[in-house]
């Protein structure tokens, strides 16, 4: 089993790729990378997980297939209410 600080590098290995993809308008392999990052990251690095489910948003609706959003709205609302401002 990795250690977690190696799960959050592979992580933002698959982020970087999902940005990489989006960048060259490749949508739906973006989503793949963003939706593998997000199951790496267990709730781990708030700020990072965010950033994930804003990305991987942004390329849903670039696909033109905002019903998606709302399955990407789920999660993240489910993090942000257990989670504490600072």
Do not use: Q, W
């Not at 963003?34 to 708030?46: E, F, K």
């Not at 991987?56 to 709205?73: D, G, N, Q, T, V």
Request: a positive charge; one cysteine or more; aromatic letters at 10%.
């Amino acid at each position: 089993m990795l250690e977690p600080e190696a799960v959050h590098e592979h992580a933002k290995a698959e982020k970087k790729k999902g940005d990489e993809e989006y960048l060259k308008a490749a949508f739906a392999t973006a989503v793949m990378h963003y939706t593998r990052a997000i199951a790496l990251t267990h709730g781990r690095h708030p700020a990072f997980i965010v950033s994930l489910f804003t990305n991987r948003a942004a390329a849903h609706i670039m696909l033109k297939a905002p019903a998606h959003l709302f399955f990407s709205a789920k999660p993240l609302s489910f993090f942000l209410a257990r989670t504490t401002c600072l």
